[in-house]
């Protein structure tokens, strides 16, 4: 099967995916509001899946004899914004090609195609046809907007094609849940030509949970006497314990954020807009003016728990976990105050994962420092606890700090430094 790849890569913004939001109609949040898609379990805003589609058609041609009779599409991972795509044909024979949209190492989508010969000569770039389009850019506002709606992922479509007519011009789809424990709907649309079968599935999400701690834990932030700052407090673990910290009305709770504001009005509680990457000098201020007090150093970008990653999500890493805790501790070292380093049991399974290796760094290092210059640490390794970080398909809710502090009481101990 003669395919010609006209650009072998290419790169979507986030002004495409306004636009395609526009002239589809899907306008799910994940893929064009900034702060939703900084709060989503990926971190930041995704592609369109039909979106990345659509490039990918207008970037390749078939031999002008030849239609397609079939698609399959598969996504496997979402794609981001301004990061390259590439496209790679992975194998073809006499009837069907298949090919890889690949982003940062990793395979994102799965695209078979299955030719039918014509005696007509095609003169346009059948995979532009309106009609086909039509039923691409449907399929995007089914799910992203009807069902499952917000809270949504294309996980394959498969379109058949006719060369006659066989539907009306009006589309009919007919969703159907597999089984009500999973999260994975069946999907049905014909359209004049186009007879199609989509997969979606309910995007897992964070689920605020507000379970009151119990009277042991409630009693033990009571009787912490230093002042607290919580580096990272609007959200994951960092968020948990701030709100554990408002039992005591003693001290004084300063609280970092970056994108997501905290609103509190107390007069014990401090918050601070920190840009940790550029603000060291913020924190070194804060650290003077509230000692003596206890660090707890939450900061982090969005983990990637894959095997091979992006070197630029290498470098975000050993920044956050490595660099940036040395510096804080560097500029304050005489000051009297208490470091808390928060890791995860992930790198106990996982060892060679580029996380896992920054991590471990970091924790190694910042222990040798606080040993060096006296300063009293706890390091400790969480489990998955309910946050954007650890939130999947297959683990779409967690405990969260409180839950888990109430069954390990040694380890609230240790976090507040008795």
Request: hydrophobic residues 35%; contains cysteine; charged residues 25%.
């Amino acid at each position: 099967m003669q395919v010609k790849i006209k650009k072998k890569k290419f790169i979507l913004k986030l002004s495409d995916g306004i636009k395609f939001s526009k002239i589809s109609k899907d306008f799910n949040k994940i893929h064009i509001n900034k702060n939703y898609g900084y709060n989503s379990i990926y971190g930041q805003n995704i592609v369109h899946g039909v979106l990345s589609i659509i490039f990918f058609f207008k970037n390749i041609q078939l031999n002008e004899k030849i239609d397609f009779s079939r698609i399959n599409i598969n996504f496997l991972n979402p794609l981001n914004y301004n990061e390259i795509i590439y496209i790679k044909q992975t194998s073809a024979d006499k009837n069907k090609a298949n090919f890889l949209l690949i982003q940062n190492n990793q395979p994102s989508v799965d695209i078979n195609i299955e030719k039918i010969k014509v005696k007509k000569k095609i003169k346009t770039n059948i995979f532009l046809e309106k009609n086909f389009l039509r039923v691409l850019k449907k399929i995007s506002w089914y799910t992203g907007m009807i069902y499952p709606g917000e809270n949504s992922l294309l996980q394959n479509i498969n379109i058949l094609k006719f060369q006659k007519k066989q539907f009306g011009r009006k589309f009919k789809v007919l969703s159907k849940k597999l089984d009500s424990r999973l999260p994975i709907i069946n999907n049905s649309m014909d359209y004049r030509h186009y007879k199609v079968n989509f997969r979606s599935i309910e995007r897992p999400y964070l689920k605020s949970k507000k379970n009151k701690p119990n009277n042991f834990l409630i009693s033990k932030i009571k009787r912490c006497k230093r002042n607290v700052l919580i580096i990272g407090a609007s959200q994951g673990i960092g968020r948990d314990l701030f709100n554990l910290f408002k039992y005591n009305k003693k001290i004084i709770k300063i609280a970092t954020y970056f994108r997501n504001k905290i609103k509190i009005k107390s007069k014990n509680v401090v918050a601070k807009k920190i840009n940790i990457l550029k603000d060291i000098s913020k924190i070194q201020k804060i650290i003077l003016d509230y000692t003596p007090l206890n660090i707890y150093y939450f900061a982090t970008p969005k983990i990637l728990f894959n095997k091979t990653i992006h070197s630029q999500k290498i470098k975000d890493y050993k920044n956050y976990y490595v660099s940036i805790p040395l510096k804080i501790l560097s500029k304050v070292k005489k000051k009297d105050f208490n470091f808390f380093y928060p890791s995860t049991t992930f790198i106990n399974f996982n060892k060679s994962y580029p996380y896992s290796k920054i991590k471990t760094l970091g924790e190694k290092k910042v222990i040798k420092f606080c040993k060096k210059n006296k300063i009293k640490f706890f390091v400790h390794r969480f489990p998955a606890i309910n946050s954007r970080q650890s939130i999947t398909l297959t683990n779409p809710e967690n405990q969260n700090l409180n839950e888990y502090l109430m069954l390990n009481k040694k380890v609230i101990k240790n976090m507040l430094f008795y």
